[in-house]
């Protein structure tokens, strides 16, 4: 009885610290509600235009079943689809791991990085930070 007891505090213990530690929990996905295209601006705000892409960027992002495709920058110009998903609360979240090259002096290596979306959207804006290891973008766009 005091084990189980125990073992249950342990547990809310560390569930509490997840939410401290950044892992957010998993909101029910949006249906269609956010559904449409948005357009406007992907702004560079941190890191160089050589790694990260122009530093003003006109993107369009269409909303579909409460999922998105952003065209993250791997190698500029070279672009992958970075899946994010749409809370019913309009949150956006999207991780994936990618790989690149990594030019250094007199050789080249292959290593691997995460991106990570995180956002929001009200049906009408969508707001969003996309950030890697270099690199750290803002998307702003409107529903049009």
């Known amino acids: 009885m005091i084990r189980s007891g125990l073992l249950t505090a342990v547990a809310l213990a560390l569930a509490g610290c997840a939410g401290s530690l950044g892992i957010a929990p ?3 996905p949006a249906g269609t509600q956010y559904d449409g295209t ?9 890191g160089v235009a050589f790694q990260c892409g122009d530093a003003m960027l006109t993107e369009q992002i269409e909303v579909k079943g409460g999922r998105l495709d952003y065209p993250f920058q791997v190698n500029p110009p070279r672009t992958a689809p970075l899946p994010v998903q749409v809370g019913i609360d309009g949150s ?12 250094l002096p007199f050789q080249s290596r292959y290593r691997t990085d995460w991106v ?25 766009a409107q529903r049009g």
């Open 26 to 28: 998993p909101v029910p």
């Open 116 to 140: 990570t979306l995180r956002g929001r959207t009200d049906g009408t804006m969508l707001d969003a930070t996309i950030s890697n290891l270099r690199c750290v973008r803002r998307l702003i």
């Open 92 to 103: 956006l979240l999207g991780q994936m791991q990618y790989g690149t090259e990594e030019d």
């Open 38 to 46: 948005y357009a406007g601006q992907d702004s560079l705000v941190s």
